[in-house]
């Protein structure tokens, strides 16, 4: 079954994230975002896509943007977190 979630960022340049994944398979099969660096989400995107959700939330989970405590990356594992607890 597909399950998907529109998360709303925080501390980021991207407002929001709608990630769908597969609960059968446990892979992510969609992902958008509003907001943010394009290319650098376009990458996101083609790196996270058909790839297990719990190893992609592993290695994004904490990476922070400069200053800042979070980035784009942080807030896609807050995003798999908000998911996985929705269930």
């Given at each position: 079954m597909i399950k998907t979630h529109t998360y709303s960022c925080n501390g980021t340049?991207?407002?929001s994230i709608?990630?769908?994944y597969?609960?059968?398979?446990?892979?992510?099969?969609?992902?958008?975002?509003?907001?943010?660096?394009?290319g650098n989400l376009k990458g996101i995107?083609?790196?996270i896509l058909n790839?297990?959700?719990d190893e992609v939330?592993?290695?994004?989970?904490?990476?922070k943007c400069g200053p800042?405590?979070?980035?784009?990356?942080?807030?896609?594992?807050?995003?798999?977190e908000e998911l996985k607890s929705s269930i």
């Open positions: 340049c991207s407002r709608e990630l769908s597969d609960t059968d398979t446990n892979k992510i099969v969609d992902f958008t975002i509003v907001g943010g660096c394009n995107k083609a790196l790839r297990d959700i939330h592993d290695l994004l989970k904490g990476i800042r405590p979070t980035s784009c990356p942080d807030q896609i594992a807050h995003a798999i």
